[in-house]
């Protein structure tokens, strides 16, 4: 039973000056609604555009549903901790840490965590050429929502590949493609949530099929939970934990899996420490899977948040 007073002062901070700023700000209106279903009396909206955002006098906690840039890299973060402002979800560190990909990457790696083989780029003097064995893909480290993202089949198709993922930036990492199922693992709290495999109608899950209401057309089909045998279900929720405790992450996150034809093998790709909450976003459907409704899910959030020390 959530011990968290009805008019706890809530700036619940959306938007983001980032390339997923219309996904946060159907997200954050979500949560809104949903805190004020629960009972919370003050909350209030923030459409942050940038670093000099301002929050209501008397803030207690900011809810932060800002996906991506600023709101996911950790600079929003350590706003907050230098105003000493309590927030919701990963600290400072491990947000930045997996914002980006490289950096996730190499510490998956020196902890043991399951994930494809890559190689990481560096284009700032010309466009370098992957050394990996094609299929591979291709992504900037620092995007969400699969901005950017190229699974390469032909040796034609990778300089254009890579021409494009340049424009988001610098560095380029490169992966080993995996065949496979997509999964992906929510965690709350240091508990894993049941597995959600998600289906794309077409394509990858790329940000079309991610939110078909953007009128991007695409669709995705989500069974959760996913229908794997018993086993193979913990096998990938142990590698999601694996990383999420690897990376530090607190409060909660989702991570992503690719479960190899075959042999069943997890691959850990990436973990989200924003997930998305819109009506069709993962987390939600994971928690209600596992028993929570989406009012007591965005409240155990803030309760978890608020009893979390930042360092």
């Known amino acids: 039973m959530s011990t968290l007073k ?6 619940l901070l959306l938007g983001g000056p ?4 219309e996904v946060s700000l159907v997200s954050g209106n979500s949560v809104y609604d949903a805190l004020a279903r629960a009972g919370f009396t003050n909350v209030t909206r923030v459409d942050v555009q940038g670093p000099d955002f301002r929050l209501p006098e008397g803030t207690e906690l900011a809810y932060n549903i800002i996906h991506g840039t600023f709101g996911e890299d950790g600079a929003l973060q350590s706003i907050l901790e230098k105003r000493g402002i309590p927030y919701t979800g ?23 965590v399951p994930t494809p083989k890559a190689e990481i780029l560096n284009c700032s003097n010309g466009i370098m050429m992957p050394s990996l064995p094609l299929p591979f893909v291709i992504k900037p480290p620092c995007e969400g929502s699969s901005v950017g993202v190229h699974i390469v089949h032909r040796q034609e198709d990778v ?22 199922r997509e999964l992906t693992v929510g965690i709350l709290d240091g508990e894993a949530l049941p597995v959600i495999h998600i289906c794309p109608r077409s394509g990858f899950y790329d940000l079309s099929n991610k939110y078909p209401w953007m009128n991007m057309g695409g669709g995705t089909d989500y069974i959760c939970p996913a229908d794997l045998p018993e086993e193979t279900a913990k096998k990938v929720q142990e590698a999601a934990l694996q990383a999420y405790r690897a990376a530090g992450v607190e409060i909660y996150g989702r991570v992503d899996v690719l479960l190899r ?6 691959f850990v790709l990436e973990i989200n420490t924003i997930p998305g909450m819109t ?7 994971a928690a ?4 929570w409704s989406y009012e007591a899910l965005c409240e155990k959030i803030a309760e978890l948040s608020l009893a979390t020390p930042r360092k």
């Open 18 to 21: 980032g390339a997923e700023r």
């Open 159 to 180: 300089l254009p590949a890579m021409e494009e993922t340049v424009t988001h930036g610098p560095e380029v990492l490169v992966e080993e493609f995996i065949q496979g």
């Open 90 to 112: 990963a600290g400072s560190r491990s947000s930045t840490v997996c914002f980006d990909k490289t950096k996730s990457k190499k510490i998956f790696t020196a902890a043991g």
């Open 279 to 285: 009506p069709s976003s993962l987390l939600p459907k």
């Open 288 to 291: 209600a899977a596992a028993g």
């Open 6 to 11: 009805r008019d706890l002062s809530i700036a």
């Open 261 to 266: 034809d075959g042999d069943e093998a997890p």
